[in-house]
């Protein structure tokens, strides 16, 4: 990375700025950041994953619980509806792009070298209260969970605190900030320039035309303007954000007060139909700004609302690790194919020896840091490389591919949780991308 890069990244505002430099201190505060792991730390985390994955489960029993996933949701909403609704406010510091509708507030590739630098993510306000046996604040939620502290919460002095309840590795709900907010047209500002000039060139000739043609040819079943006239939910709006896996509506509701542009229209799709019903019900439910609707991504057969090339911004929060490894890229390319070029893709899910992986039991892996949890739903937990993989095996361009590092605290119960996140944006190139890479290319 270069030094400029490096420093842009040193620009990027952080959420917290909470150090621990006393261990003694660990309970006077609820978050804290930078907690980088000692080399004793990192060894008890593979010592205790090589525990837990040194039984698998059955094949069969792992085709069962695949093929049953949407029933395990479905089941997992009908009993909780949606009391375990997490406010998700907190994706506006880390994904600032969804609070604004001005395209130049969208990273740039300088400042996105942030990708390969490995972060201690910002800590929270979110206090863990005095956590009843039955505590649910999880993505997932299994109505008991047993929290035990799997680290020293630094070298000097050990701290740890025991929360009863199933000893199966579940898992507590990542409460963390945004959603940018991507090109507000079809044919973006930088395609537009770049094909102006090209029109100039060949003597007045319709560069945007041309572009809707490439398009066309490119993937389009139909002409842009074909598609639209068909008025599918949304057609009419400027800016058009999907969330992926939104649940009972953690992400879309709070993205619809948060955004009051009447331009803005939300998708949210999910596995279950039973949590998109709770979203339907949902007192801020309104057609004219949102479309929620049942989806399988793993599925290349299932049809979106809304044609191809005609999102802004894609969300994957804590869904990406629910569907099985085999299936990951697959899904991964046929999302990338929703995205106007120049459109993102934001990321948060779990990562390597994150506290949750750590508090399996033998006998609950599928395959290498791939689990089933106790009520049937599945959980992966990524490498940096892994996602950079799939990512960029689809076209995207890295913006950033963060691993947040994070330690949460309940004062009442003496607790201390270490978290591992992942934290990526991917960029679909634009038309002036692919000149300006080959303008590079040629110069090497």
């Known amino acids: 990375m270069s030094h400029t890069c490096a420093a842009e990244n040193d620009k990027r505002p952080q959420f917290g700025n909470r150090f621990l430099t006393d261990a003694d201190k660990v309970f006077q505060h609820n978050a804290w ?3 980088i792991w000692s080399e004793a730390q990192m060894r008890e985390a593979q010592k205790k ?37 997490k406010d998700r406010h907190w994706l506006f510091t880390e994904f600032p792009e969804l609070a604004t509708s001005s395209p130049s507030s969208r990273p740039t590739q300088q400042d996105s070298s942030v990708a390969t630098k490995e972060r201690v993510g910002p800590g929270t306000e979110l206090d863990l209260p005095n956590l009843p046996t039955d505590f649910q604040q999880t993505e997932h939620l299994e109505s008991k969970e047993n929290l035990s502290t799997l680290m020293p919460a630094s070298e000097p002095s050990n701290v740890t605190a025991t929360l009863d309840g199933q000893p199966d590795g579940g898992d507590v709900e990542e409460d963390l900030p945004g959603l940018p907010r991507s ?39 139909k002409p842009q303007d ?17 969330e992926v896996g939104c649940g009972v509506g953690n992400t879309i509701f709070p993205v619809l007060q948060t955004n009051v542009d009447p331009g803005l229209f939300v998708y949210g799709c999910d596995f279950s139909s039973v949590a998109i019903d709770i979203v339907k019900q949902h007192h801020e439910y309104n057609p004219q700004r ?8 793993t599925d290349d057969s299932a049809a979106m609302p809304f044609p191809q090339r ?18 990951m890229q697959e899904s991964v390319s046929r999302l990338a194919r929703y995205l106007k070029p120049g459109g993102l893709v934001l990321l948060r899910d ?33 490498t940096q490389d892994e996602l950079r993989t799939l ?35 991917y960029r679909k190139p634009t038309q002036a991308d692919r000149q300006t890479d080959s303008r590079d290319k040629g110069t090497e």
């Open 33 to 35: 950041d930078n907690v």
């Open 49 to 85: 994953v090589e525990v837990n994955s040194s039984e698998y489960m059955s094949p069969d029993i792992g085709e069962k619980l695949e093929r049953e996933a949407g029933s395990q949701w479905d089941g997992f909403y009908s009993q909780h509806q949606n009391r375990f609704f």
């Open 183 to 221: 090109d507000r047209v079809s044919i973006s500002t930088a395609e537009k320039s770049s094909a102006q000039d090209r029109g100039d060139q060949a003597g007045g000739s319709n560069p945007i035309k041309d572009i809707a043609e490439e398009r066309t040819s490119s993937g389009l079943t």
């Open 226 to 242: 074909q598609l639209l006239e068909e008025k599918f939910p949304g057609w009419d709006s400027e800016t058009r954000i999907l």
């Open 290 to 297: 949102c479309h929620a609707f049942v989806y399988d991504i």
């Open 310 to 327: 005609s999102l802004d911004i894609i969300i994957l929060i804590f869904v990406l690790s629910a569907i099985h490894p085999e299936k």
């Open 350 to 382: 779990y990562g390597r020896y994150d506290m949750a992986q750590l508090r399996f039991k033998k006998g609950r892996c599928l395959s290498d840091h791939f689990y089933a949890r106790g009520d049937g739903t599945l959980v992966y937990f990524f």
């Open 391 to 425: 990512f960029t095996g689809a076209g995207l361009v890295e913006e950033q591919n963060i691993v947040d590092h994070r330690l949460q605290v309940n004062r009442g119960r003496q607790l201390t949780m270490y978290r591992v996140w992942m934290q990526c944006k």
